[in-house]
């Protein structure tokens, strides 16, 4: 066994399926808003794990927490009644308008959770067959059979895996006149993010938003809201959804709950909730021990800490400086997006060489679209941190030559 870069890649090559195109950096550590490669040469991470790390990487607290619930219990399964559940439960509902919760271990599988929720509420409560999803293009919403056919995207995710399954629509982004017509007496739910992440960190226009909701009333549909990307602080509120002021039937969430440990969450109202029954739905690791007493103590530290504000102020901070790199190149800026600290910075070209040019700079984010570096730093990012990343990007843009997208 070697730890050389080049050793890693060919071990990986022999062992794991190849589903990944991987940055060339192999992280050995990571504390904090920083990544360590094989030498403990240091990165900027303006990525989190995917918006998962949002309290930074490798803390004491947490590792704490961790350590001292799995010398008492790890796993038992969902036979029993468990405390940790319990406490996270409480404290998760107590940050939304939600009745309810299921707890899982993904994003993909708490979407697919939700589904089954508004399908089953449909047809077990309402007495109704109602059972298409309705989704919106550029979404994204998971890898599982069913959330793979929700997400509003072509390409490898759906190639070669047919036949999906029936029963979900996919209409074009911000046509309300286009939804109201995808509409019929089958549709059980709309789904939703309220910023698309991986669809380019777009956030719904707030009238858009409105006329979702108005639909869904009209017509008694579920608004699926999937915060697995939004959720927990990230845009600048406890959930995205409380930007709009509004309440979904059902809400997800996952990445950022437990830090980096896997879970996912349902959350819905006590009305919607009577679509489940014992037996209906059930996950075994969903809401183990561990992964509850952490995702407690991230909870507790978002709140007393106030995360979501901060969040909010970092992303005004980070929107402000990356104007002042695009007033500096404003044929290479388009733009910038986003909510709080899912944020976006809209190229002008295919940006694959400044996302290249930004790793080698030790600086990790994200691109998303073909155009859109996307920022998604753990929520204890410093200002310095971000004034830091805006002078490498401005001094790559600098000296980028534009290759048309
Ligand atoms: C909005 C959204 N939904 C669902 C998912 C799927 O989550 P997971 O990869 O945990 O299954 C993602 C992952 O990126 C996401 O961003």
Redesign the pocket.
């Known amino acids: 066994m070697s730890n050389t870069f080049d050793a890693i890649v060919k071990r990986e090559n022999s062992l794991l399926c190849n589903t990944y195109g991987r940055y060339p950096l192999a992280v050995s550590k990571a504390k904090g808003c920083r990544l360590y490669d094989l030498d403990g040469v240091a990165y900027h991470d303006f990525l989190a794990g995917?918006a998962v790390c949002s309290l930074g990487h490798s803390r004491e607290d947490l590792a704490e927490v961790m350590a001292e619930q799995a010398r008492k219990m790890v796993h038992v399964s969902n036979l029993f009644y468990q405390e940790p559940q319990l406490d996270l439960a409480e404290k998760l509902l107590n940050t939304c308008a939600a009745d309810k919760v299921f707890f899982c271990n993904?994003?993909?599988?708490a979407?697919e959770g939700a589904i089954k929720l508004a399908r089953r509420y449909m047809h077990s409560v309402k007495n109704d067959d109602r059972h298409e999803v309705i989704t919106l293009e550029k979404s994204?919403?998971?890898?599982t059979l069913s959330t793979l056919t929700a997400t509003g995207q072509s390409g490898p995710i759906k190639d070669g895996f047919n036949p999906l399954p029936k029963g979900f629509v996919t209409v074009p982004f911000g046509n309300v006149n286009a939804l109201r017509g995808a509409i019929n007496a089958q549709t059980a739910a709309i789904m939703i993010?309220m910023v698309q992440?991986?669809g380019g960190v777009r956030p719904l226009p707030s009238d858009y938003v409105n006329d979702i909701v108005a639909l869904c009333k009209e017509n008694g549909i579920l608004l699926i809201v999937?915060e697995?990307?939004t959720g927990l602080c990230r845009t600048g509120k406890m959930w995205a959804h409380q930007h709009y002021g509004i309440t979904p039937d059902i809400f997800t969430s996952?990445?950022a709950l437990a830090n980096g440990l896997p879970m996912?969450a349902v959350m819905c109202t006590d009305e919607v909730a009577k679509g489940f029954a014992p037996g209906s739905h059930a996950t075994t690791f969903g809401g183990g021990a561990v992964v509850s007493a952490v995702a407690s103590k991230v909870l507790d530290i978002m709140v007393t800490e106030k995360l979501a504000e901060r969040a909010w102020d970092m992303g005004e901070f980070a929107k402000a400086e990356a104007q002042k790199v695009m007033a500096k190149h404003p044929d290479k800026i388009a733009g910038t997006r986003g909510l709080g600290l899912l944020f976006g910075i809209e190229l002008t070209f295919n940006g694959a060489d400044v996302w290249k040019a930004l790793l080698e700079n030790k600086m990790v984010c994200n691109l998303t679209q073909g155009n859109i570096l996307r920022l998604v730093p753990p929520l204890t990012i410093e200002k310095e941190d971000i004034v830091t990343f805006m002078e490498v990007l401005d001094s790559i843009l600098s000296s980028v030559e534009i290759d048309p997208a």
């Open positions: 995917i993904s994003g993909a599988e979407n994204f919403h998971g890898r993010e992440g991986e999937d697995v990307q996952a990445k996912g």
